[in-house]
Structures are given as structure tokens and as C-alpha cells.
């Protein structure tokens, strides 16, 4: 099975790939397009959740804990690709910050590039759900054997 369709892997490169979001979003290298802009509160948020996913994809080896963090992730960014196409536009962004955030008050979630980027990130933690649960179960071991 591919590493990337794990929820380890998830966790480890997919978390990453949140990091990598946002320090971009810190830098502002996408706060000059209207299409798709990162704020304040998307930034801590992409932040957090990256060093959180890989402090728990590589520092615990607990596939448990593991599966249910993708799960907690897949249903969060599942949330907001669905919120995200319902909220009203937050206004122009200006020195990091939006002139009304839609999600109460927190972040802009734009749409529909917010939109994309979250369901990018569900289907990733979905489908690595999906194939860890397709994956064939690791032989029985005889009886009588120690380890």
C-alpha cells in the first residue's frame, strides 16, 4: 500500500503539506490574488494543524491514534469545503486580515478556492480511511508461537 494512503501518511505529509500552506500564508506570497488568499486565522490554523500532524505521524507510533486523527481532520475539512460555498465574501484583505472575516470573525474562507483546498485535504484523509480499511489483515500467527 502506498504511504501516502495511509493515515500515517496523511498525517506525516499531508501534515506537511498544511505546514508548508501556512508558512506561504505567513510569508504572504498569495495575498495579492482575489481568486485565493490566506488570513491571520488560516494561517495559525494551517499551521497548527500541520505541526500537529506530523508531531503525531512521526513522533508516535500509535496507528490507532493515528486513524483517529485522519478521521477528526476528514471531518473538519469536510466541514469547511461545505460551509465554505455558503458564506458570504469577507471584503478586501489588508495587512493580513480580511475588513469582515465570514467564519465568525476568525478567517475568510473565500470561495470557492478555500473550498477546493479543503476538499483536497478530505478526500486525501478519506481516501487514506478507505484504503487502510481495504488493505488485507496481516496473517494470524500459529498457535503456540511466543512472537
Given amino acids: 500500500m502506498n504511504a501516502l494512503f495511509t493515515s500515517t501518511g496523511f498525517l506525516r505529509y499531508g501534515g506537511a503539506v498544511l505546514l508548508l500552506v501556512g ?20 494561517n495559525y490554523a ?3 494543524l500541520g505541526i500537529v500532524g506530523m508531531a503525531v505521524g ?3 507510533s500509535n496507528v490507532s491514534l493515528h486513524r483517529l ?26 495587512n ?6 465570514n ?3 476568525l478567517a475568510n474562507l473565500e470561495n470557492p478556492a478555500d473550498s477546493i483546498l479543503h476538499l483536497v485535504v ?6 487514506a480511511i478507505y484504503m487502510e480499511r481495504k488493505a488485507p489483515m496481516m496473517a494470524a500467527k500459529p498457535m503456540g508461537t511466543m512472537r
Fill in 69 to 94: 486523527l485522519t478521521w477528526v481532520l476528514f471531518i473538519t475539512a469536510l466541514f469547511f469545503t461545505v460551509i465554505g460555498f455558503f458564506l458570504p465574501d469577507g471584503g478586501a484583505l489588508s
Fill in 58 to 60: 512521526f513522533g508516535i
Fill in 122 to 127: 478530505a478526500a486525501w484523509a478519506g481516501l
Fill in 23 to 42: 508558512i506561504v500564508g505567513v510569508l504572504g506570497v498569495f495575498n495579492n490574488f482575489s481568486f485565493f488568499s490566506l488570513d491571520t486565522g488560516e
Fill in 46 to 48: 494551517h499551521l497548527a
Fill in 96 to 101: 493580513g486580515a480580511f475588513a469582515s472575516p
Fill in 103 to 105: 467564519f465568525y470573525g
